[in-house]
């Protein structure tokens, strides 16, 4: 039981959605600076609420040279699949702003691939 209560107690912040919209949006792993971009929020903010996705046991998180990336854990598993759904039926019109700017974002990867690092593109 403690394995779900752990989940949906993390399901309880804002911005902790906003970050699993955007990661679901994407399709692919995101790096912690293309989720601070797209969301606009600090990074030592973003990194809280990721360590808490984490101690979930909802994302985990793998290095590919300086970036770190971050995915669902395990996507065999049927309750955080249900998890995924449910934040997929939130109506996008609430995360029309990070979409938009997740888009852009994603638009500088080279070969699918974050090349650039927090704030160094301007022009988002």
Known sequence: MKYYIKKLKCLSDETRIRILKVIIQSK???CVCEIVDSLQIPFYTISKHIKELKNAEILSETKEGKFVLYSFVDKKDDFLNK???LIKSIPDEFFSNDIKLLEKRLSIRNNGKCVVGMNE???L
């Open 83 to 85: 998890i995924i759904d």
């Open 121 to 123: 593109n301007q022009n």
């Open 28 to 30: 692919t792993e995101l």
